[in-house]
């Protein structure tokens, strides 16, 4: 009839969801830069202490974890509540350490064997006491790189927990 | 005919697959900390008796059971152990030729250690303490190595001790052959002999 058709009644436009993948795909690569794949399944507690005179670890193919803690609350009825060692994926007493350390040592590559350091990640409530016995196991087995593993920052900090 | 404009692509699906992949890495992966207080522990004594070493040139630190610090047989704040360490290694006490320290800027106090390379620290825990209090002595006692050793890199060679270590440990993998590196780990090995980490843990001593 006329050049001017009369508009649809005020509708709003739909809003536009082609940018809600891109803030997640963000996300994600924020992600997949920052971490790191688990190495293995913690069953303790492991709220590392606080430490400002820290030195970079090498790499990774040069270490060997060994966690100490108490037990999560999924393990606690079965071995307790003092702290406890977890070396690889399963708890174990002081006296595997030994073992442990010599086969990882074994496994790495000739050259790098005697540069094997390991990482103590202890959390910052378990007791003293365990630590010592990893110690003697770890002079044992001659493996003497040691590194106390603990994040950046100011180290007064860990006594007001 | 006027062309049929191009069906718009639903992007509701790939907010699908990216929420997907999200927490799929969310789920299997961790903020890893990969950094720490090195140390080097002592081989296991065989019958080798431990030398004889003079009671001045100890510098004896307990933790007893409730993280109390004793320090020289006297209760200390934890805040002024660093402190009380650097005073102990940089006294340079000594006065016979082979025993005196040149580059010591302590207060010579004949009663303290004699110089840095025979002062001992020795670190006693009991099995209670907790290792948080554990994690701060060590952190305070290496920071005391670390400030002399900071002074006498930076008065001899115009960086501090940290941070050639740094540089050390960041030198890219390739270039490790260049004579630089080796000078730098020349410099490294100097200054940590001026001031060596004698920290001995075990039994207190008594003498």
């Given amino acids: 009839m006329s050049k001017f058709s009369k508009k649809k009644g005020g509708e709003v436009p739909a809003i536009s969801t082609a940018s809600l993948p891109d803030i997640v795909f963000m996300l994600l690569f924020f992600f997949m830069v920052a971490t790191v794949m688990r190495e293995d399944e913690l069953s303790v507690e492991n709220t590392l202490p606080l430490a400002n005179q820290i030195e970079k670890l090498e790499d990774k193919n040069m270490l060997v974890y060994i966690y100490i803690g108490q037990p999560t609350a999924a393990y606690q009825k079965q071995f307790g509540e003092n702290a406890v060692i977890q070396l690889g994926d399963k708890i174990s007493p002081a006296d595997r350490v030994f073992d442990y350390v010599n086969t990882k040592r074994n496994a790495m590559a000739e050259n790098i064997q005697n540069q094997m350091m390991v990482s103590l990640k202890v959390d910052g409530e378990a007791t003293v006491g365990v630590l010592t016995d990893v110690k003697e196991q770890l002079r044992r087995a001659n493996a003497l790189k040691v590194n106390y593993t603990a994040r950046k920052g100011d180290p007064m900090m860990n006594l007001n927990r | ?207």
């Fill in chain 2, 1 to 207: 005919m006027a062309k049929r404009a191009a069906p718009e692509v639903n992007a509701g699906s790939m907010a699908d697959i990216a929420f997907l992949l999200l927490i799929f890495f969310l789920v299997t992966t961790t903020i890893e900390v990969d950094s720490g207080i090195t140390s080097k522990l002592p081989p296991e004594q065989t019958d080798v008796t431990p030398p004889e070493v003079k009671k001045k040139n100890v510098f004896q630190v307990i933790v007893n059971s409730d993280n109390q610090l004793l320090v020289q047989e006297d209760v200390m704040d934890i805040k002024d152990l660093s402190l009380a360490a650097q005073d102990f290694l940089d006294n340079g006490g000594g006065t016979e030729p082979g025993n005196a320290c040149s580059y010591c800027q302590g207060d010579r106090d004949p009663l303290s250690s004699d110089n840095p390379k025979k002062a001992v620290i020795s670190l006693f825990n009991d099995r209670l303490a907790t290792y948080d209090m554990y994690a701060t002595v060590m952190n305070e006692l290496v920071k005391a190595y670390n400030v002399l050793r900071d002074r006498e890199a930076q008065s001899r060679y115009g960086e501090a001790y940290t941070s050639m270590v740094r540089r050390v440990a960041d030198w890219p993998k390739e270039e490790r052959e260049q004579p630089e590196y080796f000078e730098l780990q020349d410099k490294i090995a100097k200054i940590a002999d001026l001031y060596p980490r004698n920290l001995s843990e075990g039994e207190p001593v008594k003498n």
